[in-house]
């Protein structure tokens, strides 16, 4: 079973709001065409989190903050 965390919230498309609360939804998040940056330093360290998170080598915490500091630098983050 996916370990969940304290939902980030995010609007990728105007109006829709979503709640991220695994490493699946935040590697699903990632990935969808509508992220505005995945050129930025902070997109490429929430994806390497959760590629570290996969091999035991970062915690469910750390994969949170990576996603929420690429939401917020990506101008998506609700909260």
């Known amino acids: 079973m996916q ?12 109006g829709q709001m979503r709640n991220v ?3 699946i939804e935040v590697g699903e998040a990632l990935l969808d065409a509508r992220w505005p940056d995945k050129k930025s330093q902070v997109y490429k360290e929430a994806v390497s989190a959760c ?29």
Not at 3 to 14: G, K, N, S
């Open 3 to 14: 370990e969940r965390f304290e939902p980030v919230t995010i609007m990728l498309t105007v």
């Open 21 to 23: 609360t695994s490493v």
């Open 51 to 79: 590629v570290a998170w996969s091999e035991g080598l970062a915690t469910l915490e750390k994969v949170r903050e990576a996603f929420r500091d690429a939401a917020a630098v990506a101008d998506v983050l609700i909260r």
